[in-house]
């Protein structure tokens, strides 16, 4: 386990990996919040 973090934290693709994983799940966050907060306002016509 050690030598498969130590590859994530210090090798160039093992950190745009990390970065990839944090940024998908950021936006998985970012979009529930944001379609349920669309989905409780009124209807607009």
Same mark, same amino acid.
């Given at each position: 386990?050690?030598?498969?973090?130590d590859?994530? +934290?210090?090798? %160039?693709? $093992?950190?745009?990996?990390? &970065?990839?994983?944090? +940024?998908?799940? %950021?936006? $998985?966050?970012?979009?529930? &919040?944001?379609?349920?907060?669309k989905m409780?306002?009124?209807?607009?016509?």
């Amino acid at each position: 386990m050690d030598v498969v973090l130590d590859l994530l +934290f210090t090798s %160039g693709i $093992g950190l745009l990996s990390l &970065f990839t994983i944090v +940024f998908i799940i %950021g936006m $998985g966050f970012f979009l529930s &919040f944001w379609l349920k907060r669309k989905m409780n306002e009124p209807k607009q016509e």
